[in-house]
């Protein structure tokens, strides 16, 4: 991050400040993550660079909803999907179903947090894409939340009607008020 400061190489910046974000997020480091998305976001926005812009985004939903801030966390995980959607981006669609589960969990609506896991999870095996390690504590969390909720036979009844359907009624679906 320094050498690319001083290059001032700003698509350096926002890739050394979106690890840190993600290595300070792994360790359970939420403030220095948040930090460092914000000011990864800031740079994105004066470079342009869309599709890193939805990351922050989507990154910062997950820090919110580790604040318990979910109405902020909706808030992000929208604009992080509308990006996508202007970008035609159908895996950062697929992505944005997980970070909205979260949202929508801590916002007590666990059925529709669960059918967005099955749509994702769907959506990511008609794509032939993998799951993202790096998204795995926050899936653990989503899913504890959502069990918590919903009782086992609610859990799986939801996914499956999730798995069911289309990406773009998921979408729809997330964005509902």
């Not at 976001?41 to 820090?63: D, F, K, P, S, W």
């Not at 992000?76 to 992505?95: S, V």
């Not at 947090?113 to 095996?125: C, P, S, T, V």
Request: hydrophobic letters at 45%; glycine letters at 8%.
């Amino acid at each position: 991050l320094a050498l690319f400061r001083e290059l001032d190489h700003q698509p350096g910046i926002a890739q050394a400040l979106n690890i840190i974000g993600v290595i300070a997020n792994q360790a359970g480091e939420d403030a220095v993550a948040k930090s460092a998305f914000h000011e990864c976001l800031r740079v994105c926005q004066h470079t342009g660079e869309a599709r890193r812009i939805g990351y922050m985004l989507h990154n910062l939903a997950y820090t919110a909803q580790h604040e318990g801030d979910c109405q902020l966390a909706l808030d992000y995980g929208r604009q992080a999907t509308q990006l996508a959607r202007q970008r035609n981006d159908i895996y950062d669609l697929a992505a944005a179903l997980h970070s909205l589960a979260g949202a929508w969990t801590g916002l007590a609506q666990a059925a529709r947090a669960a059918r967005l896991l099955g749509a994702h999870d769907a959506a990511l095996e008609r794509m032939g894409a993998l799951f993202q390690p790096d998204e795995q504590r926050d899936r653990a969390r989503i899913i504890a939340s959502i069990q918590a909720q919903l009782d086992l036979a609610a859990f799986n009844e939801a996914m499956a009607e999730g798995r069911g359907m289309t990406l773009d009624q998921a979408v729809a679906y997330a964005l509902e008020d």
